[in-house]
């Protein structure tokens, strides 16, 4: 999908991390259930993201990525007021609204890519071009394909705008918990970082996802 091999490679590393994060939170025997499935959620939103950077990511099945996305977007919003927490059952909610709409988000692009995808595994090609209200002739852009319609056009700019409202969310979270001391009977100790990775690598997730919205445009 993206021409420039630098902004590429750069998605590519970004969505890396966060996929490994959340594979490795998935994976450690101290997460609790409900964790588990939100970091298995994480990590396939990385990987489907890592595969929309490249062309040959245009040829993977859309229809399993539609349902695992969709199902991660009813699993945030259903899950949030079961979570445990010092305040109300309800104070999750923000967050998981924040995870379902880009779940839904990431729904929309496979399908958008799938749109435009000539089903011939080349992930480009001349039926394509034809497509109305997608142009994936590249050009001098950045991305092979970019969006004409004034609909399409829309929803990606205001989920570009919503992305990058909610990586600031995180990343102003992971701020606060780096700087959070944890103490103990002993005194201050030094912490905060560990805390502050999720939302950091939220925001990242969010940020890329922004970009991504912003090359269709």
Not at 11 to 35: E, I, K, N, Q
Not at 63 to 68: I, L, M
Not at 122 to 128: D, I, L
């Amino acid at each position: 999908m993206i021409v420039a091999s630098g902004l590429r490679w750069t998605l590519t590393l970004v969505f890396a991390l966060t996929t490994a994060h959340g594979f490795w939170r998935a994976v450690m025997p101290a997460t609790g259930r409900a964790d588990r499935v939100d970091h298995a959620l994480h990590t396939a939103m990385g990987l489907a993201m890592i595969a929309m950077v490249w062309p040959w990511g245009m040829a993977l099945a859309a229809g399993p990525q539609v349902v695992v996305f969709v199902a991660g977007a009813l699993w945030f919003v259903c899950a949030a007021p079961f979570r445990g927490g010092d305040g109300s059952r309800f104070t999750a909610l923000p967050g998981a609204l924040a995870q379902a709409v880009l779940m839904g988000a990431m729904a929309w692009m496979v399908t958008l890519m799938d749109s435009g995808g000539t089903g011939d595994g080349t992930g480009g090609g001349g039926a394509m071009q034809g497509m109305p209200g997608m142009d994936m002739s590249g050009g001098a852009g950045a991305a092979t394909m970019t969006l004409t319609a004034t609909g399409p056009k829309a929803a990606a700019g205001l989920l570009a705008v919503t992305s990058l409202g909610f990586a600031l969310r995180w990343l102003t979270q992971a701020f606060d918990r780096a700087r959070a001391v944890p103490t103990t009977a002993a005194g201050p100790m030094p912490g905060g970082g560990e805390a502050a990775l999720g939302p950091a690598c939220h925001a990242a997730m969010a940020l890329g996802m922004a970009a991504m919205f912003v090359l269709l445009l």
